[in-house]
């Protein structure tokens, strides 16, 4: 089955550390993209890559990077920099000049501890 | 600043009742409008979508109701059941090359059986 598979599900993270998201798609999706969630802030978009090698910030992007080395693959580092990365993690994807196919991974749940 | 307006943040509603949720936008370039369901620890998932060509979408008890001089846009759920229990978004994007999903904050709906 087609889809996006976000991994792992609940990550911990000491203070100070980076950490990296995984996100994995075979949906042949030129587009991906990174949404941070907060209880009553809904999707805040942190980076979005429309084709591979390529990336743009979005509106929350410091403290955050990502990379786009293969098509399939839109993996997330979270920095020592990010002063409050305690969330949930939704990487999605879509087909470019359109949102019809906007798919959405199961997400990932950071705690730093 | 906040482009997609969404009210309210929470509903409760009985079972075989009408759900409400509203969505204000604010950029005239927006020309497509989906909305997600969420449930929890889930990512979300389309649910229903509408351009603004038409005033109304019906998919089964899920309807989009759509007022292009308002800027607002609605999501009625007719005979509402305990398993519409969820987290709901509006979105919006303009379409063309900036695909860009932006959303509203959500609204948190609880169906009392």
């Known amino acids: 089955d087609g889809g996006i598979t976000q991994s792992p599900k609940y990550l911990f993270r000491k203070e100070g550390q980076n950490v990296t998201l995984s996100c994995e798609q075979n949906?042949?999706?030129?587009?991906m993209y990174w949404y941070r969630q907060d209880p009553g802030q809904g999707l805040r978009l942190i980076y979005y890559?429309?084709?591979?090698?390529?990336?743009q910030k979005g509106d929350i992007a410091e403290g955050y990077s990502v990379s786009r080395e293969k098509k399939e693959s839109f993996p997330l580092t979270v920095t020592s920099a990010q002063k409050n990365p305690t969330a949930f993690y939704l990487c999605a994807s879509s087909i470019p000049g359109t949102a019809y196919g906007y798919t959405f991974g199961s997400g990932t749940r950071l705690t730093v501890v | 600043q906040q482009q997609v307006k969404q009210s309210p943040q929470s509903l409760i509603v009985q079972k075989g009742g009408i759900s409400i949720i509203n969505c204000a936008y604010e950029?005239?370039?927006?020309?497509?409008f989906p909305w997600y369901q969420q449930f929890p620890g889930k990512g979300p998932a389309l649910l229903i979508a509408?351009?603004?060509?038409?005033s109304e979408k019906k998919e089964g008890r899920f309807t989009i109701s759509f007022n292009k001089s308002a800027k607002q846009f609605s999501l009625h759920i007719m005979d509402s059941q305990p398993g519409d229990s969820a987290t709901y978004f509006c979105a919006a994007t303009p379409g063309g090359s900036n695909y860009k999903l932006t959303f509203g904050k959500g609204t948190l709906l609880t169906v009392n059986p």
């Open positions: 949906l042949n999706h030129d587009a």
């Open positions: 890559s429309q084709i591979v090698n390529d990336f």
């Open positions: 509408i351009r603004p060509d038409v």
């Open positions: 950029n005239t370039a927006f020309d497509y």
